[in-house]
Every structure is written in structure tokens, then in C-alpha cells.
């Protein structure tokens, strides 16, 4: 919670007014993901309210912005497909709402997956993302913010074009004063702080463009040619259709959706989090961020409204326009429904330009383009997972991304670490073998490779002082090497193992010797 003492008159400018372009911000993009996930606009509006308004209060990251996203719709248009599949028989007004319901009650046990994960404390896995994948993730969610405003510029009857050079020669004739919209928004946000920071940027280009239009009378699309905001009301308790979970069909659909959309969720969330504290210097909770989305998103569904998580997008709008505290997230969220319930006229004059605008502002800002210079000086390695992260995040799903740049890099990392060396010398009649490096499964060749059983003296001594047992494999890897001295008759000694190795051993056990300086790191095991 935030505390307005500890605020200064600048903070609660800066947050409030930052807050109010947030506001406007999220309609369109709320309307969007409606559309996306086959409801009403009201449900994906009802969402960025509610969700919006708890992450600012409990979140672990003061400033965030959360709501409907595309990221989580997307996961629930299988899900509408499967309902319409299963109930063929209903008519369009009830088919409607059946998918509401389902699409209520996996936000629902979304949200509760996502409190059990923050309450289990593993948020803090996110920290698993190598910094490759992260710019990864940023540039390809930059990319996918600045392709998500094209569907707003293209011509009418696009299926009566043969070519994309058509498409876009047809595209500037129908829309030129879009473009022009577009360039003087983008032109304000560039130039204007640079003169003054005393408003944000971006408001003042809402505002001024949009009267600019509507007293010019200029033709153009606005807010209200994608919705009819007039009879949106304050959210009200809405109890899902709870017979749905009595059929199993329906839970094997709901349950994995449910899953999904919570791991998307949290990525994504994480993920902002992760963005926003480079950004800013100060780090986020991530566990207090689970458990806000949670306790959010299953609010949000029993208020209809649908599962979401951070926005990337206006999140950075917030940080760039001053909003740094819990107050200017609360701004948005408490504007957002006073603006489309009680100012819907004023919200559906704002040009649909302005807004695209200042996404494609969002989209350049998040792009990390000093990754494009490092990464002709980056390990091949980190090059690949960079690359294929950003593709996978632009064509597939962000989570799909996220796990393929983790796992990507936990196998490089085994492969190059995939080797141990021994330097062998003789102390009288003994063999020592000094060994340096880590002990694991993908380095267990390596190791058998090191020893000749067969050729060395009757006394044999491995040290482990610069070597690590990481795993059960390097355990019993020890293990088999002591069974093959022991079958040659020969003895061996090994030296410096942690007490917790030595405790795993089961054949060579009985060979270790006790050293003063024997280290006390534990090895993984399978149990």
C-alpha cells in the first residue's frame, strides 16, 4: 500500500498525471483484447480496472501497470472455439455467454494458481532468465506492440488485394490522416519533453489532437468506431456458471487453460518487473507481484472480467511520463472506469491515431537497441538465444519464448562446462591425480577419460581440492572409477570431498580421507 505522506507535491503531480495518460491508454488496448478473446469490450474494460486497481495497491513493483493483455486473450480463443464445438446447438446471445463463463471461471482458478505460486515463493525463479533471453524478450514484445497497431491502419475489404505493396499503397489512401495524426503525435513525444517536462507528453498530445479533430470536423477513426462505450456501468458480483466443472470434458479444457494462462501471467508480469527494475535501479518483489495478479485476476472474474497481467507497454509509458509510485497506478485503474462510465462521449472522440502513436513511441522506447551492438561482441552462444527468443516471442507465445531461451541456455552452459582436467604427478611410488573442474552428469566422459586404471602404480590418489561433485551422477561416476581400482587390486585414495559427497558415496565411501580443509558444498541428489 502507499502511503501519501511519504509523497512530495512533485511525486503526486508527476503519478496523477502520468496516471490520467495511462487511463486513456488502456481503453483501446482493453477494447482490443475483448475482441481477441471473443467477448464483450466490457469484460476486458472491467479487467484493467480490477486487476489494475489491486496490482497498484499490493504489487511488488510500485508503478506497474496491469490489465487485459493480448498475450493471455490469445489463450482463450481455444478455449471459445472449444465451447462453440460443445454447444452447437445454443443461439448466438446464449453461445455468448456460455464462453464468458468459462472464460470466467479459468481467470478464477488462474488467479488462484498464480497466489499458490507466490505464496510457495517461487517468483523468485524468474531470476533463472539469462540476461540474452531478456533482450529477447524485450525486443520481440517491442516488436509485437508496434505489429499489434497495423490491424488499426489497414484499408477496408483487404481480401480484394493481391499484394502487400497494394495493401499499403491502399492503406495511405484511405488513412493519410491517420499517418498525419500519427507523425505530430510521435513528433510531440519526441521533442516536447525536451522543451518541458511539466506534463506528459503524451496527454498533451491527446488532448490537443483530439480537439484539434473534433472541432475541425476531420474524418478520422476514434475510439468510439471500435466500441459503443455508452451503457457501461461500475462493475457488479457476478457468480460464473459453476456447473460447467461438473462435466469432465470441461475440465480438461479449463484446467490446462487455466494453467496456461497463469504461466503466461506471471512470465510476462515477471518479465516487466525484471525490465522496469533495470530501468530504475530499485528491484520489484516478484512473490508480492504473483500474489497481487492472483488475488486480482480472480477478483476480476468474479466481477466480469477476464484473466490478465503487466502491460509492458503502458508500463513504460508510466515510467517514461514520471509515474514511479503506487499512486499514479491507482490514478489509471480509478480514471479508467470513471473516464468510460461517466466521460464515454469524451473517451470515444479521442482519434484512434493518437493513440497508435504513442504505442509506436512505447514500441521504440522498449526496443533494447544496444543489444543490436552487443551482440557482434557476445558469445555465439548468447547470440542464438537473443535471436531466437525475440523470433519465438514475435511469431509463437512469450512463454514458449521465455522457456525456449532457459533451456537453450542451461544446454550451452552444460556443454561448455561439460569437461573436467586432471594434472597427474608422482609423490615416491604414488600417482596423484589433481582434478579441476565441475563433477556432473555432462561431464561424467570426461572424467572415466582422465584415469588409466589398467597402466597406473599400485597407489593411486585423486584430489578433489579444485573439483566439485555437482550431482548424483558425479557421485556414483566416483563410485564406479573406485569399483574398477579395486577390481585391479590397487589402492586408491580420495581426497578433499565435501562431508555431504561422502555421505552419497556408497562404494568409495570407505576410500575418502578426512582433510582439515575438506569443503562443505552439498550435492544435488535425485531424492
Same mark, same amino acid.
Request: charge should be neutral.
Given at each position: 500500500?502507499?502511503?501519501?505522506?511519504?509523497?512530495?507535491?512533485?511525486?503526486?503531480?508527476?503519478?496523477?498525471? !502520468?496516471?490520467?495518460?495511462?487511463?486513456? /491508454? &488502456?481503453?483501446?488496448? /482493453?477494447?482490443?483484447?475483448?475482441?481477441?478473446?471473443?467477448?464483450?469490450?466490457?469484460?476486458?474494460?472491467?479487467?484493467?480496472?480490477?486487476?489494475?486497481?489491486?496490482?497498484?495497491?499490493?504489487?511488488?513493483?510500485?508503478?506497474?501497470?496491469?490489465?487485459?493483455?493480448?498475450?493471455?486473450?490469445?489463450?482463450?480463443?481455444?478455449?471459445?472455439?472449444?465451447?462453440?464445438?460443445?454447444?452447437?446447438?445454443?443461439?448466438? +446471445?446464449?453461445?455468448?455467454?456460455?464462453?464468458?463463463?468459462?472464460?470466467?471461471?479459468?481467470?478464477?482458478?488462474?488467479?488462484?494458481?498464480?497466489?499458490?505460486?507466490?505464496?510457495?515463493?517461487?517468483?523468485?525463479?524468474?531470476?533463472?532468465?539469462? +540476461?540474452?533471453?531478456?533482450?529477447?524478450?524485450?525486443?520481440?514484445?517491442?516488436?509485437?506492440?508496434?505489429?499489434? +497497431?497495423?490491424?488499426?491502419?489497414?484499408?477496408?475489404?483487404? %481480401? +480484394?488485394?493481391?499484394?502487400?505493396?497494394?495493401?499499403?499503397?491502399?492503406?495511405?489512401?484511405?488513412?493519410?490522416?491517420?499517418?498525419?495524426?500519427?507523425?505530430?503525435?510521435?513528433?510531440?513525444?519526441?521533442?516536447?519533453?525536451?522543451?518541458?517536462?511539466?506534463?506528459? /507528453?503524451?496527454?498533451?498530445?491527446?488532448?490537443?489532437?483530439?480537439?484539434?479533430?473534433?472541432?475541425?470536423?476531420?474524418?478520422?477513426?476514434?475510439?468510439?468506431?471500435?466500441?459503443?462505450?455508452?451503457?457501461?456501468?461500475?462493475?457488479?458480483?457476478?457468480?460464473?456458471?459453476?456447473?460447467?466443472?461438473?462435466?469432465?470434458?470441461?475440465?480438461?479444457?479449463?484446467?490446462?487453460?487455466?494453467?496456461?494462462?497463469?504461466?503466461?501471467? &506471471?512470465?510476462?508480469?515477471?518479465?516487466?518487473?525484471?525490465?522496469?527494475?533495470?530501468?530504475?535501479?530499485?528491484?520489484?518483489?516478484?512473490?508480492?507481484?504473483?500474489?497481487?495478479?492472483?488475488?486480482?485476476?480472480?477478483?476480476?472474474?468474479?466481477?466480469?472480467?477476464?484473466?490478465?497481467?503487466?502491460?509492458?507497454?503502458?508500463?513504460?509509458?508510466?515510467?517514461?511520463?514520471?509515474?514511479?509510485?503506487?499512486?499514479?497506478?491507482?490514478?489509471?485503474?480509478?480514471?479508467?472506469?470513471?473516464?468510460?462510465?461517466?466521460?464515454? %462521449?469524451?473517451?470515444?472522440?479521442?482519434?484512434?491515431?493518437?493513440?497508435?502513436?504513442?504505442?509506436?513511441?512505447?514500441?521504440?522506447?522498449?526496443?533494447?537497441?544496444?543489444?543490436?551492438?552487443?551482440?557482434?561482441?557476445?558469445?555465439?552462444?548468447?547470440?542464438?538465444?537473443?535471436?531466437?527468443?525475440?523470433?519465438?516471442?514475435?511469431?509463437?507465445?512469450?512463454?514458449?519464448?521465455?522457456?525456449?531461451?532457459?533451456?537453450?541456455?542451461?544446454?550451452?552452459?552444460?556443454?561448455?562446462?561439460?569437461?573436467?582436467? !586432471?594434472?597427474?604427478?608422482?609423490?615416491?611410488?604414488?600417482?596423484?591425480?589433481? &582434478?579441476?573442474?565441475?563433477?556432473?552428469?555432462?561431464?561424467?566422459?570426461?572424467?572415466?577419460?582422465?584415469?588409466?586404471?589398467?597402466?597406473?602404480?599400485?597407489?593411486?590418489?585423486? *584430489?578433489?581440492?579444485?573439483?566439485?561433485?555437482?550431482?548424483? !551422477?558425479?557421485?556414483?561416476?566416483? *563410485?564406479?572409477?573406485?569399483?574398477?581400482?579395486?577390481?585391479?587390486?590397487?589402492?586408491?585414495?580420495?581426497?578433499?570431498?565435501?562431508? %555431504?559427497?561422502?555421505?552419497?558415496?556408497?562404494?568409495?565411501?570407505?576410500?575418502?580421507?578426512?582433510?582439515? %580443509?575438506?569443503?562443505?558444498?552439498?550435492?544435488?541428489?535425485?531424492?
Amino acid at each position: 500500500m502507499f502511503n501519501i505522506q511519504n509523497y512530495s507535491k512533485q511525486n503526486i503531480k508527476n503519478d496523477i498525471l !502520468s496516471g490520467a495518460l495511462v487511463a486513456v /491508454a &488502456l481503453v483501446p488496448e /482493453a477494447i482490443a483484447f475483448s475482441f481477441i478473446a471473443g467477448v464483450s469490450p466490457v469484460v476486458g474494460l472491467y479487467a484493467a480496472f480490477i486487476i489494475g486497481l489491486i496490482t497498484s495497491l499490493l504489487g511488488g513493483k510500485p508503478g506497474m501497470i496491469s490489465g487485459a493483455t493480448g498475450s493471455v486473450a490469445v489463450v482463450f480463443v481455444s478455449l471459445g472455439l472449444w465451447v462453440k464445438q460443445h454447444y452447437p446447438d445454443l443461439d448466438t +446471445q446464449a453461445l455468448s455467454m456460455m464462453v464468458l463463463h468459462y472464460i470466467l471461471i479459468t481467470s478464477i482458478i488462474a488467479g488462484l494458481i498464480q497466489i499458490a505460486i507466490g505464496l510457495l515463493k517461487m517468483g523468485k525463479f524468474i531470476r533463472l532468465v539469462p +540476461q540474452p533471453a531478456l533482450f529477447g524478450f524485450v525486443n520481440g514484445l517491442a516488436i509485437v506492440i508496434a505489429l499489434a +497497431q497495423l490491424p488499426f491502419l489497414a484499408p477496408a475489404n483487404m %481480401d +480484394q488485394y493481391s499484394s502487400w505493396m497494394d495493401i499499403i499503397k491502399a492503406s495511405f489512401a484511405e488513412n493519410y490522416m491517420m499517418y498525419i495524426i500519427i507523425a505530430v503525435t510521435m513528433a510531440t513525444m519526441q521533442f516536447l519533453p525536451k522543451v518541458s517536462k511539466a506534463v506528459p /507528453a503524451g496527454l498533451v498530445a491527446i488532448v490537443v489532437i483530439t480537439l484539434v479533430v473534433y472541432f475541425g470536423h476531420i474524418d478520422t477513426k476514434t475510439v468510439g468506431d471500435l466500441a459503443d462505450l455508452s451503457h457501461v456501468s461500475f462493475p457488479h458480483f457476478v457468480m460464473p456458471d459453476l456447473s460447467v466443472l461438473m462435466s469432465v470434458e470441461s475440465l480438461k479444457v479449463i484446467l490446462p487453460t487455466a494453467l496456461i494462462v497463469a504461466l503466461v501471467g &506471471l512470465i510476462e508480469s515477471l518479465l516487466t518487473l525484471s525490465v522496469l527494475d533495470e530501468m530504475g535501479g530499485k528491484r520489484g518483489s516478484g512473490n508480492k507481484e504473483c500474489v497481487a495478479l492472483g488475488v486480482g485476476n480472480t477478483t476480476a472474474g468474479l466481477f466480469g472480467g477476464m484473466a490478465g497481467c503487466a502491460m509492458i507497454g503502458q508500463s513504460v509509458i508510466n515510467f517514461t511520463s514520471g509515474g514511479l509510485g503506487r499512486l499514479s497506478s491507482f490514478t489509471a485503474a480509478i480514471l479508467l472506469i470513471i473516464l468510460v462510465v461517466s466521460f464515454s %462521449d469524451v473517451i470515444s472522440a479521442i482519434p484512434i491515431a493518437v493513440l497508435v502513436g504513442i504505442m509506436f513511441m512505447v514500441s521504440i522506447g522498449t526496443f533494447e537497441f544496444s543489444s543490436l551492438k552487443r551482440i557482434k561482441h557476445m558469445p555465439k552462444a548468447d547470440a542464438f538465444v537473443l535471436v531466437t527468443v525475440t523470433i519465438i516471442t514475435i511469431f509463437f507465445d512469450l512463454a514458449v519464448a521465455v522457456i525456449a531461451g532457459i533451456i537453450i541456455s542451461a544446454l550451452v552452459f552444460a556443454w561448455e562446462h561439460a569437461k573436467i582436467f !586432471s594434472h597427474t604427478s608422482m609423490e615416491g611410488n604414488k600417482k596423484i591425480y589433481e &582434478l579441476d573442474g565441475p563433477l556432473f552428469f555432462g561431464s561424467v566422459t570426461s572424467f572415466n577419460e582422465q584415469f588409466d586404471v589398467e597402466n597406473d602404480p599400485k597407489e593411486v590418489v585423486i *584430489d578433489f581440492k579444485k573439483a566439485r561433485v555437482m550431482d548424483s !551422477s558425479g557421485a556414483e561416476a566416483i *563410485d564406479a572409477l573406485t569399483e574398477k581400482y579395486k577390481k585391479a587390486g590397487k589402492k586408491l585414495t580420495l581426497r578433499h570431498l565435501s562431508e %555431504d559427497c561422502k555421505k552419497t558415496l556408497k562404494s568409495a565411501g570407505p576410500f575418502c580421507t578426512y582433510e582439515e %580443509d575438506d569443503p562443505t558444498y552439498k550435492v544435488a541428489t535425485n531424492v
